[in-house]
DNA sequence: CGAAAGCTGTACCAAAAATTTCAAAACGAC
DNA sequence: GTCGTTTTGAAATTTTTGGTACAGCTTTCG
C-alpha cells in the first residue's frame, strides 16, 4: 500500500501543479489520466468518468482510483474542485491585470475601483438589452404612475432615482419600505402602477412584502437586485441584476447605481419633448427662489 | 404556443447572447433560469440540473424546459455546448474580447456604461492617494462627529454614505440640505465635527451656505464634488473630485459613490475591530424583529 | 522459476441524475 | 367574474452515472 495521506491542501497551489508534481508517484494507467487531464485542463476532467477513461484509454475504475488518490472522496467532489478552480481563474485575470506601479501606496482606491469596474462590465454582459429597453418603455409611459422604494441601503438609490424622474416626468413617487407608511396607500396601486423596487441581499422582509402587495394589487414590478436574485423576482415583471462584490465587507450598489442612471438618461431622452419644458420650468423656479 | 423554431445556429455568437437576445421571448422561470446563468456563466450551468433549480429558485423540469427551448436535445447537450464554449474562450482571450462590439441592440446601456467606466477611471487619476487616505483617517477618528449632507440629486449619496457609516461607528448623521431645517443644528457644530458634503453643479446655494457656516464654526469639511469644484472647496479641508460626464442630460454621480463606497470600506477596515460588533448587534437586531 | 503483491479491467450494482407525466396554479381574453 | 390557455412543479419513471467486487494479469523479488 502506498502514501494514501494526500490531502488536497487549498495552499494557493492548483490542482494541476500536484498532479505535476506527483508524478512520478502514479501507476501507469494513473500517469495516463494524469497526462490527459493536463493536456485539456481541466475540461477533460469535467466530462463523465466514461468518457474521460475513454480519452486516456484506460478502464473507468481506473479513472476513480486516480481522483481518490488525489484525496477527493469521489468524481463529483473532484469535477466540483475543478470548476471552481476553474471560475476562480477565468474572474481574476481582471484583477490580476492592474499592474499598479506604484508599489503599495495607494491600494484602497485603486483596487476597489478595479473592481467596482470588473461589477460594472459583468452587469452589462448579464442584461438583455431587450429587457432594458422594455423598462425604458415602461417608464415612458405617461399614463402609467410610478413607484420607487427600496431598502435600508439601496432606498437611498430609489430616493435618487425619483428625485431624476419626478422631474422628467409626472405621476413620481418615493414609498417608504416601512410596512406602516406604505399600507394605506396600496390602496391605490393597481394595474396602472409601476412599481421600481431596489433589493439586494439580505433582502429585507418589508420590501419583499410591499413588493408581493403591489404585485397581488395588478402593479408591474421592476427589480433592481444582485445576481443572486431577490425573492421579488417571482413577482417581478422585469428583472435586472447587477453585481455587487467589492474588496470590502460591503457590497458595492454601483451596478444599480448604473442602471438606475442609464434609466433616467434612456427615458430622459424619449420624453424629450415634455421633459425639456419640465427640467426648464424646475430651472426658472429655482432661480427665482 | 409560441416560436419553437429557435435552432441554434453557431453564427459565431456566443450561446449568452442568444440568451440575451431572446430574454423577452421566455417565460417567468424560464427568464429566472437566463439570468442565473448568465450571472455565473456559464458555471452555473455545470452543475447538475436540480442545483440549478435551486439556485435560480425554480423546479427541475423548468430548467429542463429551458434548454430545451434553447434548441438543445438535453441538458447534457446543453453542458457539452457550456465545456466546448468555455474551452475554446479560454484558449483564444482574442475571442471573448468582443462580446459587444458588433454593434446591434444595446447601445443605450452599453454607451452609457462606457461612458462611465471612463469616469472611473479618471477619477482615480485625479485623486491623490494622500488625500484619500487622510479622509479615512479623519472619519475613523471616534472622537469625530461626523455629518453628511448634499443636494437636490447628491442628498441621496449622502444618505447612502450615512446609513452606512451609522452602522460602523458612532456619532454619525445626515442634516438635511434646507435651511429651516439645519440652521438649529449648527450651534452645536464646532471644532470636533467632520462635515462630508455631496455638491456638484448646479452647485446648490442651501448647501453652500450651509457648508460655509459650519466651517466658519470650525468644523473640518469634506467634499465630493465634480472637477469644476463646488464653491464649497474654499472652506474645505478635503477635496474629493470625481468625473461626472454621460451621454445623457443628466451628470452622473457614479464616481461621487465610488469615493463614498470606497471611504466605507476603508474605514470599515480600520475600524473593524469596533465595527464588527456594531455590524453584529445590527444583524441580531434584524433577526430578532 | 515460482509465489506474493499490486495493477488493471470486466461485470455488476446502487445511487443519482435526467426526463416524462400529469394535475394544479397562474394568466389572459372576453 | 368565467372560461380556455399557458405555465409550473410534485411525483413517478427511465436512463445514466459513479462506484465496487472480484478475477486475471503483470511485475517483482527471493
Known sequence: ?????????Q??????????????????????AAHVLLSHYPFAGLETVAEFAARAGISAPSVLRFVTRLGFSGFP?????????????LLSPLAKASPIGAGQAAPALASFTDAVIGNLNATLENIAPAEFEAVVALLSDPRRHIHFTGGRFTGALARYAE????????????????????????IEIGRKDVLVV?????????????SETAAKQGATVVLLTDPWL???????RHVLPAHIS????????????????????????????????????????????
Open 1 to 9: 500500500m502506498r502514501n494514501e495521506s494526500t490531502i488536497h491542501s
Open 11 to 32: 495552499t494557493s497551489s492548483t490542482l494541476a501543479d500536484r498532479i505535476r508534481h506527483e508524478m512520478e508517484t502514479f501507476t501507469t494507467s494513473e500517469k495516463r
Open 77 to 89: 467532489e473532484f469535477q466540483k474542485h475543478l470548476r471552481e478552480e476553474l471560475e476562480a481563474r
Open 163 to 186: 428625485s431624476h424622474f419626478r422631474i422628467v416626468r409626472s405621476q413620481v413617487d418615493y414609498i417608504d419600505g416601512q410596512p406602516a407608511l406604505w399600507r394605506d396607500r396600496m
Open 198 to 210: 431596489f433589493d439586494i441581499r439580505r433582502y429585507q422582509e418589508d420590501v419583499i412584502a410591499l
Open 230 to 236: 431577490s425573492p421579488i423576482a417571482r413577482v417581478a
Open 246 to 289: 467589492a474588496p470590502s465587507n460591503w457590497d458595492s450598489s454601483i451596478g444599480l447605481m448604473l442602471i438606475a442612471e442609464a434609466l433616467v438618461g434612456a427615458v430622459t431622452r424619449r420624453l424629450w419633448d415634455t421633459a425639456r419644458l419640465r427640467m426648464e420650468a424646475v430651472e426658472k423656479l429655482r432661480k427665482d427662489a
